[in-house]
């Protein structure tokens, strides 16, 4: 069996109590929405930012880049909030089930903005994509859900993170972090 590629990308992740909620707010969801069969459910739930790729062993110059880039950030914290759920298209039957948001999500609009400047200047142009959709993926499954809104989940974001997602083994490596101004 090949070995899974190791990502890496920034995101935002929610606290240990947010999350937790998260994770219970999906299990509600799903009784809620009838969804059936058994999903694959997100251990590490998070809004990612930007993806720097995939790889066997990361490159030094990946994370010396995002390092410079992350440093370069300057802006206050923020609340985030999402009010809605629905699915994005994906792989039949590997469709994945998301939290997304209207007002809420202004800041991880700016936050995107500011570090893909960020990202260009440190020279990682190729990986700072203009277009961003922000999310927060629940789950993996069959069905297909139509977009419903639900009781808003907020939170404040403090700090912003580089991960390494160790794949094949279902961990998340902080490469880096950088606090938002209070």
Same mark, same amino acid.
């Given at each position: 069996m090949p070995r899974l590629l190791d990502g890496v990308f920034f995101?935002?992740?929610p606290d240990a109590a947010h999350a937790a909620l998260?994770?219970?707010q999906?299990?509600?969801l799903c009784r809620e929405l009838g969804l059936t069969g058994e999903p694959l459910t997100v251990r590490h739930p998070h809004v990612s930012l930007y993806n720097l790729g995939s790889y066997e062993c990361v490159p030094r110059g990946i994370v &010396?880049?995002?390092a410079e880039a992350g440093d370069a950030v300057q802006m206050r914290q923020f609340d985030v909030g999402f009010d809605k759920v629905m699915s994005f298209t994906g792989r039949q039957g590997n469709l994945p089930l998301v939290l997304r948001g209207d007002d809420g999500i202004a800041g991880l609009m700016m936050l995107h903005q500011y570090l893909g400047l960020a990202m260009r200047n440190a020279g990682l142009g190729p990986? &700072?994509?203009g277009s961003y959709t922000p999310h927060l993926t629940l789950r993996y499954g069959a069905d297909q859900v139509g977009e419903h809104a639900i009781e808003t989940i907020r939170w404040t974001v403090r700090?912003?993170?580089?991960v390494?997602?160790?794949r094949d083994r279902h961990q998340y490596v902080l490469l880096g972090r950088w606090p938002l101004c209070g």
């Open positions: 995101a935002i992740l998260i994770k219970q999906t299990r509600h &010396a880049a995002a990986w &700072a994509k700090e912003f993170v580089l390494n997602s160790l």
